[in-house]
């Protein structure tokens, strides 16, 4: 059973830094896209980063590009995300989600060509 797991969300204050984690289990990790987005209250499901199966590939949100970054370990089955410079409006609940790189368009942040998601953790930047 194809299980995404996130982990590292929690309350930071602006300026401050966290890393998310993606923990990935019953599929075979190597042959997926993962993507992370966020959703915050009110709003539209938005698409912060991705990486290609390989890691070779990144892309980034103009919003973050700079201050995040993506990196996989193919043989720990994770994907992280690390966030500096965090910012009020960063707050949101992060997901991570996964596509067969079969079927997902390389560097997409769109939401809906990712077919598996995990839970989400939560993120809140505030003083």
């Known amino acids: 059973q194809l299980q995404l797991v996130e982990s590292g969300g929690g309350l930071v204050q602006p300026g401050g830094s966290l890393r998310l984690s993606c923990a990935a289990s019953?599929?075979?990790?190597?042959?997926?896209?993962i993507g992370w987005f966020r959703q915050a209250p009110g709003k539209e499901r938005e698409g912060v980063s991705c990486?290609?199966?390989?890691?070779?590939?990144?892309n980034y949100a103009d919003s973050v590009k700079g201050r995040f970054t993506i990196s996989r370990d193919n043989a720990k089955n994770t994907v992280y995300l690390q966030m500096n410079s965090l910012k009020p409006e960063d707050t949101a609940v992060y997901y991570c989600?996964?596509?067969?790189?079969?079927?997902?368009?390389?560097?997409?942040?769109?939401?809906?060509?990712?077919?598996?998601w995990g839970q989400g953790t939560q993120v809140t930047v505030s003083s």
């Open positions: 989600a996964a596509v067969p790189i079969s079927r997902g368009r390389l560097g997409s942040l769109q939401h809906w060509e990712y077919d598996y």
């Open positions: 019953g599929f075979t990790f190597d042959y997926y896209a």
């Open positions: 990486i290609s199966s390989s890691g070779g590939t990144t």
